[in-house]
Every structure is written in C-alpha cells, then in structure tokens.
C-alpha cells in the first residue's frame, strides 16, 4: 500500500505564502501532483512534476505564483504558494500517479490538507 501524506496548510492572509508538502515514496516512473477543490467547485490540478525529469506543469491558477519541487532522496514534493489569494482557499491534495500523469484520478490521493486565504 502507497501512502502519501501531505502537510503545511493553515490560514495565511492574502498575499502571504505556504509551502506545502507531500511525502510521497515516488518511482522513477511515476508523477506527483497537487489539486485542489474549492468548496462548490470541481476538483483541479495545480501543479504536476514528473520523477524521473522532474518535468513541470502548472495549471492555470499556479502560473506565476506557484513552484513545484522535489528532493528524491528525503523522496518529498513541495509546493510553495506565493501571492496567495482568497480564491486560493480550498483542500489541497497530493496524488502520485503510476502512470507517469496519465491517470490522476487512479493514483494514490493523500488525505488532503486545508489552506484558507483570508482577504
């Protein structure tokens, strides 16, 4: 069984920053990634970064902003949110995918964890 465990979140006010992260026992064919859901609204990807290249990508709301790394031998993604706006608020949740990121909503999802942006 894989377990990915995330931390870091909390209440920060706008314009503030977090830095998020996932232990994750990544393979050298495996991606991470970082979604998010907003209460009401569909789940998306913030952030994606794959083992082996650590080839990145940034979903939309994450340009700019937010930067997404790794350190393979503590085997531990991060993501730091700069600039952080109310409209960031949400769960954030760390996946590790077998499919190198081609089969998000089949990997190992962590538990989630919560940052709130006040305005």
């Given at each position: 069984?894989?377990?990915?465990?995330?931390?870091?979140?909390?209440?920060?006010?706008?314009?503030?920053?977090?830095?998020?992260?996932?232990?994750?026992?990544?393979?050298?064919?495996?991606?991470?990634?970082?979604?998010?859901?907003?209460?009401?609204?569909?789940?998306?990807?913030?952030?994606?970064?794959?083992?082996?290249?650590?080839?990145?990508?940034?979903g939309d709301p994450a340009k700019g902003r937010f930067t997404i790394s790794m350190d393979r031998a503590k085997?531990?993604?991060?993501?730091?949110?700069?600039?952080?706006?109310?409209?960031?608020?949400?769960?954030?949740?760390?996946?590790?995918?077998?499919?190198?990121?081609?089969?998000?909503?089949?990997?190992?999802?962590?538990?989630?964890?919560?940052?709130?942006?006040?305005?």
């Amino acid at each position: 069984q894989v377990q990915v465990v995330e931390s870091g979140g909390g209440l920060v006010q706008a314009g503030g920053s977090l830095r998020l992260t996932c232990a994750a026992p990544g393979r050298s064919n495996w991606a991470v990634g970082w979604f998010r859901q907003a209460p009401g609204k569909e789940r998306e990807v913030v952030a994606t970064i794959t083992w082996n290249r650590g080839t990145t990508y940034y979903g939309d709301p994450a340009k700019g902003r937010f930067t997404i790394s790794m350190d393979r031998a503590k085997k531990t993604v991060y993501l730091q949110m700069n600039s952080l706006k109310p409209e960031d608020t949400g769960v954030y949740y760390c996946v590790l995918d077998g499919a190198g990121g081609g089969n998000w909503p089949g990997g190992y999802w962590g538990q989630g964890t919560q940052v709130t942006v006040s305005s």
